[in-house]
């Protein structure tokens, strides 16, 4: 049986320097992928290239098995997506907008759509250039949910909305894979909302895979550790990266944490490292080897 997603060999280059690089990683069906990284890391292109808004360079992307390039229109109809910055007709109501694209879809459910409409409380009587940010993305997601999609690809869709309608966002998420075959695959920069509802993670940084888990996987393996210059002895600093010189000491995070624990001699602390940690200590690193380039 097809995964919900596959990505294999996926690159793409862009004239000022940034390139993404062999992007692989699947979403299985039934479960909620976070995809995460640093601002450019390559997150939106990852999610451009699913939805052929940008040309690929090379690599395949299967959606239930369909391959976009080839099955583009099959494909694109078992998709809900939500951009962070969704774009309809600026002044054309919201009514009419839902209408002129119930054609693209067989699925189209204007009972449905209206049902979320209320729900979302959507001003269906305005035209799409007179909402907030917030409103906006609403839209999006009526409009996405409103075709039945088996997948749901979303970039930044928590942006401008409010905590409560983020939590039942969320809610609702949970609820659209519980039938065990529908997916979402869901970029975001608010890890919490991912500590909370996915079940694998994918981490992009500089257009590359740094991993691609299961959420509790990542947990297990990353550690934030905290202690003397010992911690850099006997090999032990090649399991860290990102490390962070202070005051009381070094800070770093380790992708091998048990390996770690087997091997300190020397009062240490080692946490759990959040996602939110493994992103700022990915940029510490970053942030150093552009510095020793530039040296």
Known sequence: MEDALTITGLCKRYAGGFALRDVSFTVPRGYIMGLIGPNGAGKTTVIKLIMN???????????????TTEHEAEAKSRIGYVSDEPHYYDDVKLRDTASAYAGFYKRWDRELFESLAREFELPLSKTFKRLSQGMRIKFSLAMAFAHHPDLLVMDEPTTGLD?????????????????????????????????????????????KVMFSQPLDQVHENYAVVKGGEELLEGGRGELLSGVHRGQYGIEALTS????????????AIIERASLEDIMYFAKKEEDSDLQNHSE
Do not use: C, W
């Open 53 to 67: 808004l940008i040309r690929r360079e090379a690599g395949h992307i299967q959606v239930y098995g369909l391959e």
């Open 163 to 207: 905590p409560v309608f983020r939590e039942r966002l969320l809610d609702r998420l949970s609820e659209f894979i519980s039938d065990g075959e529908r997916s979402v695959l869901f970029s975001t920069h608010i890890t919490a909302d991912l500590e909370e509802k996915a079940d694998f993670v994918t981490f992009i940084n500089r257009g």
């Open 256 to 267: 091998r944490a048990g390996l770690l624990r087997q091997s300190m001699t020397q009062a």
